[in-house]
């Protein structure tokens, strides 16, 4: 059976995420920060869901050792690595003025270099199987931009152009590298914005709702499947429709 880790799948889109690829009888390394019982909660979900093995492993992604260090000790753990999500992601959202340089570099350190190290890590593993999924959770707002959110947005939008070019150093390995990016999905990142803001962003969605995190977990599904060999360096965007391209 396949070997997944899935970086953030203590909570919310990345629990999503492990929890489906569970009822598809993956081994699954599930992965925290701080919230170690929400990781066992996971882990337990994923068992009763039919996952073949589950691991609860934590690391601050925001260390780039702690990074490497994770995909090393999933490999170990699982005897193997074969899919890689990279989901786990911050904000510290404000206006460019305000914007400290900690705000700054902890959100580019967590959500950008640390896909950088793990990803490299995984590569070489994938390599030696001459099989590989790589799926970087990304975000609609960097295709769109958003105001408050330089640092974040920057981050997702340079995960991208990672995304585009490690697909094509690997792709004739037997290697894809796709990204996702989310529209709104209902989460714990959500449910801290204003009332005001969502009532904004609902009108910027034509389906009129936000998304369901079980909802980007059935496109992660996909593409870590034999079924989306043929693609790579996609990015999907699952956000009922407000990217236009
Ligand atoms: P969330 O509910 O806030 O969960 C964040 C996850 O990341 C948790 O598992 C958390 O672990 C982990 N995490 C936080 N800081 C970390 C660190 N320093 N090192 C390692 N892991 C850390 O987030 P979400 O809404 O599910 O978002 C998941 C991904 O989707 C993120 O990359 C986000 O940018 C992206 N996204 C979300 C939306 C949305 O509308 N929600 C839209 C577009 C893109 P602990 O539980 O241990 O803290």
Same mark, same amino acid.
């Given at each position: 059976?396949? +070997?997944?880790?899935?970086?953030?799948?203590?909570?919310?889109?990345?629990?999503?995420?492990?929890? =489906?690829?569970?009822?598809?009888?993956?081994?699954?390394?599930?992965? /925290?920060?701080?919230?170690?019982?929400?990781?066992? %909660?996971?882990?337990?979900?994923?068992?009763?869901?039919?996952?073949?093995?589950?691991?609860?492993?934590?690391?601050?992604?925001?260390?780039? $050792?702690?990074?490497?260090?994770?995909?090393?000790?999933?490999?170990?753990?699982?005897?193997?690595?074969?899919?890689?999500?990279?989901?786990?992601?911050?904000?510290?959202?404000?206006?460019?003025?305000?914007?400290?340089?900690?705000?700054?570099?902890?959100?580019?350190?967590?959500?950008?270099?640390?896909?950088?190290?793990?990803?490299? *890590?995984?590569? +070489?593993?994938?390599?030696?199987?001459?099989?590989?999924?790589?799926?970087?959770?990304?975000?609609?707002?960097?295709?769109?931009?958003?105001?408050? $959110?330089?640092? /974040?947005?920057?981050? +997702?939008?340079?995960?991208?152009?990672?995304?585009?070019?490690? %697909? +094509? *150093? /690997?792709?004739?390995?037997?290697?894809?590298?796709?990204?996702?990016?989310?529209?709104?999905?209902?989460?714990?990142?959500?449910?801290?914005?204003? =009332?005001?803001?969502?009532?904004?962003?609902?009108?910027?969605?034509?389906?009129?709702?936000?998304?369901?995190? =079980? =909802?980007? %977990?059935?496109?992660?599904?996909?593409?870590?499947?034999?079924?989306?060999? /043929?693609?790579?360096?996609?990015?999907?965007?699952?956000?009922?429709?407000?990217?236009?391209?």
């Amino acid at each position: 059976m396949r +070997k997944a880790l899935v970086t953030g799948s203590s909570r919310g889109i990345g629990k999503a995420i492990a929890l =489906e690829l569970a009822r598809r009888g993956y081994a699954l390394a599930v992965h /925290y920060a701080g919230n170690q019982a929400a990781a066992e %909660a996971t882990a337990a979900e994923a068992r009763a869901l039919g996952a073949s093995q589950v691991v609860v492993l934590g690391a601050d992604l925001s260390s780039a $050792q702690a990074a490497q260090k994770l995909v090393a000790d999933a490999n170990a753990a699982l005897g193997g690595l074969e899919v890689l999500v990279n989901n786990a992601g911050i904000t510290r959202d404000t206006l460019l003025i305000r914007m400290k340089d900690e705000d700054w570099d902890t959100v580019i350190a967590t959500n950008l270099s640390a896909i950088f190290h793990t990803t490299r *890590e995984a590569i +070489k593993l994938m390599m030696r199987a001459r099989w590989g999924r790589v799926i970087n959770i990304s975000s609609v707002v960097g295709l769109l931009g958003n105001p408050g $959110q330089a640092n /974040y947005v920057a981050a +997702k939008a340079g995960l991208i152009g990672f995304t585009r070019s490690v %697909a +094509k *150093e /690997y792709a004739a390995r037997g290697i894809t590298v796709n990204a996702v990016a989310p529209g709104f999905i209902e989460s714990d990142m959500t449910a801290k914005l204003p =009332e005001q803001v969502v009532a904004e962003y609902l009108k910027q969605i034509p389906a009129g709702r936000f998304g369901k995190p =079980e =909802e980007v %977990a059935k496109a992660v599904a996909f593409l870590a499947s034999d079924d989306a060999a /043929y693609i790579t360096g996609q990015t999907l965007c699952v956000d009922g429709g407000m990217t236009p391209h």
